[in-house]
C-alpha cells in the first residue's frame, strides 16, 4: 500500500548543512564510503540532489530532474559553501509545500509518485548525510520516524537479506544491531566502515 504521509525534511536537511559546515578544505580528498566519491564529490552530489528534489517537489521539470546522478562525477563547484546549505533549506520547505506529495513527479530521469519521491529524498539525505559524517569523523544521530520511513523504503520487497537493495547489495547486519546500522546495511554500506 502506498504510503502518502507527508515527511518533513528539515531536520535530516539541517543535520547535512551542518555536517558540510564542518568540513575543511584539506578534508576534500578524503574518502567516503561511496566508493566513487571523495569528500568534494559527496558534497557535489548532496549539493546536486538538493537542487533535483527541491525541484521534484515543485514538479519544475528540466535538466534538473531529468538528468540520472550517475551520468557524470559530479564537480564541487566553489561557492559550495553557501550553495549547499541554500539549497537544502529551499528542498525542505518545497516538500512542505501543498501539493508536493500528490501526483506524479521525477527526480534523477525517473518518474514516481510524489509520495514515494519526497520518501526517497529523506532516504538521500539520511543516507549521505551518514556518509559524511562516517568520512569526516563525525558524530550522526538519526530521528526514529526517520530511520522507520528509510528502513520501510530500502527493505527488499520479498523480505530476504543479501539481494540487490536500493544502492547495491544488502550488507548484512545483525538484527539486534542500533537501527540506523541496519538502515546503513540495507542501503548496501557496511555500517562499520572507516577511513583507512
Known amino acids: 500500500m502506498e504510503k502518502t504521509t507527508h515527511i518533513d525534511l528539515g531536520a535530516a536537511a539541517e543535520r547535512v548543512a551542518r555536517l558540510a559546515a564542518a568540513v575543511e578544505d584539506e578534508r576534500l580528498g578524503d574518502p567516503t564510503p561511496c566508493p566513487d566519491y571523495a ?22 521539470f528540466g535538466p ?16 559550495w559553501r553557501t550553495a549547499l546549505p541554500k539549497a537544502l533549506d529551499e528542498l525542505a520547505a518545497a516538500w512542505r509545500e501543498p501539493g508536493a506529495w500528490e501526483g506524479d513527479t521525477q527526480a534523477g530521469g525517473i518518474e514516481l509518485p510524489a509520495s514515494v519521491m519526497g520518501r526517497i529524498a529523506l532516504d538521500e539525505l539520511v543516507i549521505h548525510g551518514w556518509d559524511l559524517a562516517r568520512a569526516t ?22 523480505g530476504s537479506s543479501g539481494e540487490e537493495g536500493f544502492f547495491g547489495p544488502v550488507v548484512p547486519v ?3 544491531a542500533p537501527h540506523l546500522d541496519r538502515v546503513i546495511g540495507l ?10
Open 137 to 158: 569523523g563525525r558524530e550522526y544521530e538519526v530521528g526514529e520516524a526517520e530511520l522507520a520511513s528509510c528502513e520501510e523504503l530500502l527493505t527488499p520487497s520479498d
Open 39 to 60: 569528500v568534494r564529490e559527496l558534497l557535489a552530489h548532496l549539493l546536486g540532489l538538493s537542487v533535483a528534489f527541491r525541484d521534484a517537489a515543485r514538479k519544475d
Open 64 to 79: 534538473t530532474t531529468n538528468t540520472a546522478p550517475d551520468s557524470a562525477l559530479p564537480v564541487l563547484e566553489d561557492d
Open 174 to 176: 545483525p538484527e539486534d
Open 187 to 196: 542501503s548496501g554500506r557496511d555500517p562499520g566502515w572507516r577511513p583507512a
